[in-house]
Each structure stands twice: as C-alpha cells, then as structure tokens.
C-alpha cells in the first residue's frame, strides 16, 4: 500500500513540523509510544513536555523513556491537557513546534476512561496561542465508542470555525474503510 495510513502519516507530519532542539507536547502519553518517538525527534537538546490523567500512563511511560534512554529530555504532567497553558513554562510560549494527540482510551487499560470533547479543545485552543508560526498539531481521532463519536463531532464542528487567515485545518481518512477506522486532524499555525 503506497497511501500512509494513519498512524505513520500523523508521525510522518510532526517530523516535518519538529526538529532537533525544538519543544514539543505528547497531550495524550497513555503508553509512551509517542512520547518515545517525539523524543527521539528533539533529541537531547530539545524537550517533550507529556499529559495524561491516568497514573498507570505516567508510570508505563516513564518505563519506556527509560528503556529508550530518553527520560532525561522529556517532563510528563500527570495532569489533563486542558492545563496546557498553565503547565508549559511561558518562556516557551510561542516557541511550541509540534503536538501530538492520540485520542481514546489507553491500550490495554481501563476503556471507560477516554478522552473528552471538552478538555480536548480546551487544548487546541490553548495550543493555538502557545504554538509557533508553523508549529503543527496532530490529532488522531477513534470513533468507534459512543464517546469518541460525541468527540469527533464535536471536534470538527469546532476546527470548521477556525479563521483560514490564522491556522490551516487538514482532515486525512481513509472514506471506504469498514468499522470506523482512525483519522486525522493536523493544524498548523499561521
Ligand atoms: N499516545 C499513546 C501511546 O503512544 O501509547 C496512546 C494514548 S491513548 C490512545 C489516550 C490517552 O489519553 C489515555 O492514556 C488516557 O488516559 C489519556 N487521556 C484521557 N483524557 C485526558 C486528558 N484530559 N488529558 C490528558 N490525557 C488524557
């Protein structure tokens, strides 16, 4: 298949917006894939800042940095994303090149605990200051469970209104796919 699908293409987006040296945010850390991968992106000389409200996320990441020798370039918050703004040194305000959110519940966790419309774009919103010009925002929406369908329509109705003039809006998903697979929304800032 010559097409990315969705995950690889979402990971082939924020190693276009974010290079060695630059900050970036995992806003949904769950098992560390990403967080390990957006390490490895920055390097030593830049930082992840990582969010999750589960502590089995903090601690099943922190394992993985570890093993992958990159926890000493990464901060993890056990806090939600909607605390973005308040947790992220405003020295780097402005400076944020790339953010990563993989929506749902943690793999192999508790499946009733999930990402919600709210504090999801409460985040967004906060982003939308704390990115740079040309910083990009990857979400990976699952809406296959009730609430990952409130998610997704909330989500698009809100990233609809957003002024042309200070963000570009992406939707990448695959439309002949059987039991609603993933799909992505990127923004980057203008
Ligand atoms: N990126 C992860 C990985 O590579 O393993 C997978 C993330 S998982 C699909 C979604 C995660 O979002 C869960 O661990 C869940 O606890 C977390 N989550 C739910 N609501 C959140 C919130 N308001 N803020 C931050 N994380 C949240």
């Known amino acids: 298949m010559k097409l990315k699908r969705v995950l690889p293409f979402a990971k082939e987006l924020l190693k276009t917006a974010a290079k060695p040296g630059d900050i970036v945010i995992d806003a949904t850390i769950g098992n560390g894939h990403d967080t390990v991968y957006l390490a490895e992106i920055v390097g030593p000389t830049g930082h992840v800042f990582g969010y999750d409200i589960q502590a089995e996320a903090i601690t099943n990441t922190t394992q993985l940095l570890k093993e992958n020798g990159v926890e000493n370039q990464v901060t ?42 709210e504090s999801t774009i409460t985040a967004i919103e906060q982003l939308l200051t704390i990115l740079k010009r040309e910083g990009v ?9 009730d609430e990952g369908k409130k998610e997704r329509d909330a989500i698009l109705n809100y990233v609809k209104t957003l002024d042309q003039k200070k963000a570009h ?22």
Not at 137 to 145: A, D, F, K, Q, R
Request: zero cysteines.
């Open 76 to 117: 993890l918050f056990h806090k939600s994303h909607s605390q973005i703004g308040e947790t992220i040194p405003s020295h780097y305000h402005g400076q944020i090149a790339g953010a990563m959110f993989n929506l749902g519940y943690l793999p192999g966790g508790n499946k009733e605990i999930v990402t919600k419309a």
């Open 137 to 145: 925002m990857v979400l990976v929406i699952y809406h296959g469970h």
């Open 169 to 190: 809006v992406l939707q990448y998903q695959f439309l002949n796919q059987k039991n609603d697979p993933p799909f992505i929304i990127a923004i980057e800032k203008r």
